[in-house]
Structure formats: C-alpha cells, structure tokens
C-alpha cells in the first residue's frame, strides 16, 4: 500500500511540475515577445514583405479557415501599404499537397500581381518558414501574419536566429478546434526551444525539396 501511495503521489507532483513548466515556458514566450506583436493593422510600422505562414488545404486547393484568415490580415496589410510583397511559406514536398499555390491563387484571385508573391515551397514548420526567410529569401524587413495562439513563437524562433520581425494577429474566429490547437501549440513551444538553442538547420536550403 506504501509503494501505491508513493506511486500516486509521484505521478501527481509529476502532473503538477509538468504542468507548471507548460505554463511558464508559454507565459515567457510571450512576454518575450510581446511588443513586437499587433492586433490593429493601422498601428504596425510598415516592412517590405508580410510573410503568411501555411496551414492546412483541402484536397481542392480551398484554404482551411484558419489559413483563410491568415491570407486575409496579410492582404489587408497590403491594402494598406504596411507591406509591399508577401512570401508564402508552405509545405509543398509532394505534388499531391500544395499550400503556397494554394495561397498564391487565393491572393491572385484578390488582384495582387504575381509579381508581388514570393512562394517558399519548404516551409514544412515555423522554424523553417522562419530560417528560410533570411537564409534563402533574404529578408532583412518583415511582418510575420498568423493567429495570435502562433505569433509568439514565429517570433521567438525569429529573434533567436537574428531576425527582427514584427508579428501581426490575424483576427480571431472560434475554430472548432481550438483547445486542440492551444495545447499543440503549448508543446511545440518546446520544439521551439530546441531548435533555437541546438541551432537546427531547416529540411533544406533549396528551393524546393
């Protein structure tokens, strides 16, 4: 009964200590990251590019809301002038799955010229997307365009590799599966951190994958 006891009471302090760490490493995250972060499209400082983050696409090249609305902010920072470009960065390694073009056509659609997209084929993750914009597209100036769950960490992942980005919320919807979002995020703060600290090269520096 004692080593049940021990056991239980392991498990529970494990649970809490856990939970703690979760907590306290999204809270740091976040203050981290906090005044580079906006909610109001008028109040950003402008940037040369807005860099949409890819989502998840329907087999029928609709984006999924959660991208839509990502597309959306970025093309009202266009619209006002805050941005002059964008750079679609997305997972593009098969032929059969394709969120850049997927974007590139919704932004088309919109009457942005071609001229004014950039598509990163190999943006498979945000640590990706984030070392590919400097180390294979260059950019110096930019505003990183996703919800306000994913903003904090694009950004520390941004600021930990040299770049110094703004990050701009697109506007928040009630997303069926949010709380299943909000805890995926939670745990991928801690792939960001490994990442930023063992210095992690993306998938590749090609073009394309």
Not at 24 to 52: D, M, V
Not at 95 to 116: H, R
């Amino acid at each position: 009964m004692r080593i049940l006891k021990k056991i239980i009471l392991a498990f529970a302090l494990f649970i809490i200590v856990g939970t703690l760490i979760i907590f306290g490493l999204e809270a740091y995250i976040a203050k981290e990251t906090a005044s580079q972060i906006y909610s109001e499209a008028t109040e950003i400082p402008p940037a040369k590019t807005a860099i949409i983050l890819g989502a998840s696409v329907h087999a029928n090249g609709k984006l999924s809301p959660i991208l839509q609305d990502r597309v959306e902010a970025a093309y009202l920072l266009y619209q006002l002038n805050k941005v002059e470009n964008f750079l679609v960065s997305g997972d593009h390694k098969t032929d059969d799955y394709d969120e850049v073009n997927a974007i590139k056509n919704y932004l088309l659609k919109k009457g942005v010229p071609s001229k004014d997209i950039v598509l990163d084929h190999a943006g498979f993750d945000t640590y990706d997307s984030m070392y590919r914009s400097k180390a294979v597209f260059n950019l110096e100036s930019a505003i990183v365009v996703t919800q306000k769950f994913h903003v904090p960490r694009s950004l520390f992942i941004a600021n930990n590799i040299g770049l110094n980005y703004k990050g701009f919320e697109a506007q928040p919807i009630a997303y069926t599966s949010s709380e299943k979002i909000k805890r995926r995020e939670q745990l991928a703060n801690f792939k960001a951190i490994w990442e930023v600290v063992f210095n992690q090269k993306p998938a590749t520096l090609k073009d394309r994958f």
